[in-house]
């Protein structure tokens, strides 16, 4: 591991000598569960997520993540770069610029995928959302009164109670302040829309999420809109 200053950005670049990264994988390997090509072992396995993730907050933040290999057996190399205090962000890179969350802003994260819900848990902590997860509809429904959530991330596809009725359970419930719930499901035809207006959802997000439209939904607070 080496970390430099140059140009204005911390630089750090972390090195293994493990089993590389085929060339036309280099920037494939930062998409969602992209592994490779070697056969999944109990010592190389996994979701195929951290890759993707570490990306996405490095740009949230206004960094670049980056790999290199000079092929299968030779190892990897990965360059964060992060602007210092103080420098100038090329053009490109001042057009989004992840906020802070609005101090106590609570989440909760209910998506019967854990993975999925792990990912966005990950992501919200890291920029300072208040967070809880759980991964059915009556899990869901006993956290809101307790937890008190200022947004609601939900999926709707869930077995037992589905979003749609957690979300009319929600607004049903006394509440002493606005609750925000946003559907983030697969499900994107017109019709699921429509079923997730009807039921109290606010906005309707279909996967994979880009985290930059998440975020600005956040961000926009008091507002019903339905996307």
């Known amino acids: 591991m080496a970390v430099a200053a140059e140009d204005g950005q911390a630089v750090l670049r972390v090195r293994d000598n493990g089993r590389g990264i085929e060339p036309d994988l280099l920037e ?27 990306r996405k907050i490095a740009e949230l933040h206004g960094g670049q993540l980056e790999a290199a ?70 899990a869901a429904l006993a956290a809101a009164p307790r937890f008190r959530p200022d947004v609601v991330l939900l999926d709707i596809g869930m077995p037992g109670i589905d979003g749609y009725e957690v979300a009319r359970r929600l607004r049903a419930m006394k509440r002493g302040r606005a609750l925000r719930i946003i559907a983030v499901t697969g499900w994107g035809q017109e019709a699921d829309r429509h079923r997730s207006r009807e ?29």
């Open 69 to 138: 290999s000079e092929g299968p057996g030779k190892g990897s190399e990965f360059t964060l770069r992060i602007q210092l205090a103080g420098g100038k962000r090329p053009e490109a890179e001042q057009r989004f610029e992840a906020r802070p969350a609005v101090p106590g802003q609570r989440v909760l994260i209910v998506d019967d995928n854990q993975d999925a819900a792990a990912t966005l848990d990950m992501l919200l902590r890291s920029l300072g959302y208040q967070t809880e997860v759980v991964h059915d509809g009556a």
């Open 199 to 227: 039921a109290g959802f606010d906005v309707h997000l279909v996967k994979p999420v880009e985290p930059r439209e998440l975020l600005k939904v956040l961000d926009e607070k008091g507002r019903r809109t339905l996307h």
């Open 28 to 54: 494939r390997v930062f998409d969602m569960f992209v592994q490779g090509r070697t056969p999944l072992k109990r010592v190389v396995g996994g979701l195929g997520i951290g890759l993707a993730l570490a």
